[in-house]
């Protein structure tokens, strides 16, 4: 019990310790904006709305079809022998109106340790159309992305699992056309998931009983992606997540669960560059899938020192020097930060709210969600509402639906019933 108080405590205190290293002063000594990009962004998208109401955080909630997504590995510790769901995202729509998200999952357990799954996430970029030099149309293309993934998860002993999901990744943005006299392609890209997880079902937090959970994944581990055979591969959006619940059942009728999931991406991060195209700081980010993860944790630029006229300042060899401590602090600003509440009546109804963070200078996603599940007996509908903390941000106003098909309980319960999530 003691080790299960200093765990919490830990996850408690994870955020306030990461936002100390927040968006800082505003002075030429700070970080630059240098937000870093990926191929099939698309792929990174919280697809439910369970989790998309609860601050996008899902690595160590209790398993559902979307466990997927999160954590694939906590899918051994379901109850229900089969799960199918369907969720649906209009995305972006202050900038468009035919921009969405689409999302098929379900899951079989086929006997106490093993569980099989499988996803399609679709994609759609709304009708583009396409101009030649004079400003005449030449196309009209709807692009479009999908991801398939195949998922396995095994259960080490009664609190232990590991998980792994295989997944095909193709992305047609382009039709074919020529761009800058280019010819251009569909990307392709193959790539894994790994992941763990801890739960244990039988804590008490002083006189209250709930569960604890941990889960740690390691995302989209693929070939670099490519549109078009002049141009360089961008990498996939690998990433590293951490996350940690806690669920406490106050009474027969009354549960609440708090998630934290802590996230990094796994991608070079861009050095600062002078015109002719020289690494003034930072590291090259031209490597290999697997170098480029391991760079990724100290390659961050930091901020060049400059002096009374505003040059940087360059070191005898030729080095430019680095204001001290902005490495270190570049990459802390590198992490994101998801964290809700579920809160649970009579297995029946759900509310969730949630807070999600990234740095302003990489990316600035800060926000704000809400949303509500309805269970009756093998069905459940969930959805979802984001606010932005940043003004004009296209985020803004994005909703979810999610709707499950629970197929049998495994636990022998003839109702049907479910425990909450």
């Not at 306030?16 to 240098?34: H, K, Y």
């Not at 070079?268 to 480029?292: A, C, F, K, W």
Request: net charge negative.
């Amino acid at each position: 019990m003691i080790r299960s108080y200093i765990f919490s405590g830990i996850a408690l205190m994870m955020p306030f310790l990461i936002s100390a290293q927040d968006d800082g002063a505003t002075d030429a000594s700070e970080l630059q904006l240098n937000t870093i990009t990926t191929a099939v962004p698309f792929i990174q998208i919280t697809p439910d709305s369970r989790s998309g109401a609860m601050g996008d955080a899902g690595t160590a909630l209790s398993p559902t079809s979307n466990s997927l997504f999160w954590n694939t590995s906590m899918l051994s510790f379901t109850e229900e022998k089969s799960e199918i769901s369907l969720s649906y995202s209009p995305w972006l729509q202050n900038l468009a109106s035919d921009i969405n998200l689409s999302h098929l999952a379900g899951y079989v357990r086929l006997n106490e340790r093993n569980v099989v799954g499988g996803s399609l996430r679709y994609f759609s970029l709304g009708e583009i159309v396409f101009t030649d030099n004079n400003g005449n149309k030449t196309l009209t293309h709807t692009p479009t992305e999908f991801e398939i993934l195949g998922g396995y998860a095994f259960k080490l002993n009664e609190k232990f699992s590991l998980g792994l999901n295989g997944k095909f990744i193709f992305s047609n943005l382009t039709a074919g056309v020529n761009v800058a006299g280019a010819s251009t392609n569909p990307g392709l890209a193959g790539a894994a998931d790994v992941s763990f997880s801890y739960r244990d079902e039988d804590i008490r937090y002083g006189g209250t009983r709930g569960a604890l959970a941990f889960g740690v994944t390691l995302n989209n581990i693929g070939n670099k992606i490519s549109y078009s055979l002049e141009n360089e591969r961008d990498f996939l959006p690998t990433n590293l997540k951490l996350g940690s619940a806690m669920t406490f059942d106050l009474d027969s009728y009354n549960s609440l669960t708090w998630a934290l999931d802590v996230s990094k991406l796994l991608v070079p991060t861009p050095p600062i560059i002078n015109s002719d195209q020289e690494i003034l700081s930072g590291y090259d980010p031209n490597v290999g899938v697997v170098p480029g993860m391991l760079q990724s944790f100290y390659d961050a630029p930091g901020a060049l020192s400059r002096d009374a006229n505003g040059d940087f300042i360059q070191n005898p060899d030729g080095s430019y020097q680095v204001e001290d401590g902005t490495k270190f602090r570049e990459e802390l600003s590198e992490i994101m930060i998801g964290t809700g509440l579920e809160y649970w009546y009579n297995d029946l109804f759900a509310a969730r709210a949630g807070y999600f963070y990234e740095n302003l200078k990489k990316g600035a996603r800060q926000h704000l969600t809400f949303g509500i599940g309805l269970k009756y007996k093998l069905f459940g509908i969930d959805f979802s509402y984001l606010t932005s903390l940043r003004r004009n941000n296209p985020l803004q106003n994005t909703i979810r639906f999610t709707m499950r098909l629970y197929l049998g309980n495994s636990g022998g319960d003839e109702s049907g019933s479910v425990k909450p999530e």
